[in-house]
């Protein structure tokens, strides 16, 4: 049972374009994790949040706890945007174990 | 500022091989972490460590076996390679347990 939901599995845009990815989950948590899978392979942290609201650079991530519902959000989006993006919650009763979502597989065309 | 670095990037195993993947990170961080990614799932742990001297598995331990002597290393054993191992491995650490991960690029893995 996969307790984290990301949609849309594949998203493909205009560039320019406001992006919305979405990731809910069925576990009580503490934080939530946002990250960034490049074409080749390599995986980048981009937020870690509890309530409310992110922003770095074009991206924002906003996360409502009661819901159990965050979102990933990119503005004027570009090619290079281009990525798998993925959500992550922390295991209830676990320090260090991560509950991951499939991903997003964004493509953005020039 | 190398991060993490794993070796090997690629590798081709045949059935009942072994082989040992490295993990080296070089900003001192506690936790490092060993993922297995397969097409259409999420990440899965395979083990961590919370630091020098200490192991502990994750959510799919069986097959594969870890070792941290070393502070900035964590190596990944795989003692009999089966093809169900087929996948692309992560590494990854961080200063505080599961905030702000650093990952390596990955090593892909086919086992024949």
């Known amino acids: 049972k996969n307790e984290v939901e990301q949609s849309p599995q594949n998203l493909t845009a205009q560039e320019g374009e406001f992006i919305t990815i979405n990731c809910s989950y069925s576990?009580?948590?503490?934080?939530l994790h946002w990250l960034q899978q490049h074409p080749g392979g390599g995986i980048v942290s981009l937020f870690m949040?509890?309530?409310?609201?992110k922003k770095h650079g074009r991206l924002i991530a906003t996360i409502n706890i009661q819901e159990k519902h965050s979102s990933l959000h990119i503005t004027a989006s570009h090619p290079r945007d281009s990525a798998v993006y993925i959500c992550?919650?922390?295991?209830?009763?676990?320090?260090?174990?991560?509950?991951w979502g499939a991903g997003t597989k964004l493509i953005i065309k020039p | 500022n190398a991060g993490v670095t794993q070796t090997p990037k690629f590798r081709v195993l045949k059935t009942g091989q072994s082989m040992t993947l490295l993990c080296a990170q070089d900003?001192?961080?506690?936790?490092m972490y060993w993922y297995r990614q397969d097409p259409g799932m999420g990440l899965r742990l395979i083990h961590y460590?919370?630091?020098?001297?200490?192991?502990a598995k994750g959510e799919v331990p069986d097959g594969y076996n870890v070792s941290r002597l070393k502070k900035q290393n964590f190596l990944l054993g795989l003692e009999s390679a089966a093809p169900s191992q087929t996948s692309v491995y992560f590494c990854?650490?961080?200063?505080?347990?599961?905030?702000?991960?650093?990952f390596g690029q990955g090593t892909r893995l086919t086992v024949v």
């Open positions: 990854a650490s961080s200063n505080r347990a599961l905030q702000g991960a650093f």
């Open positions: 900003m001192n961080h506690e936790y």
């Open positions: 460590s919370v630091g020098e001297g200490t192991t």
């Open positions: 576990v009580g948590i503490s934080a």
């Open positions: 949040l509890s309530s409310g609201k």
């Open positions: 992550a919650v922390p295991l209830p009763d676990s320090n260090y174990q991560l509950i």
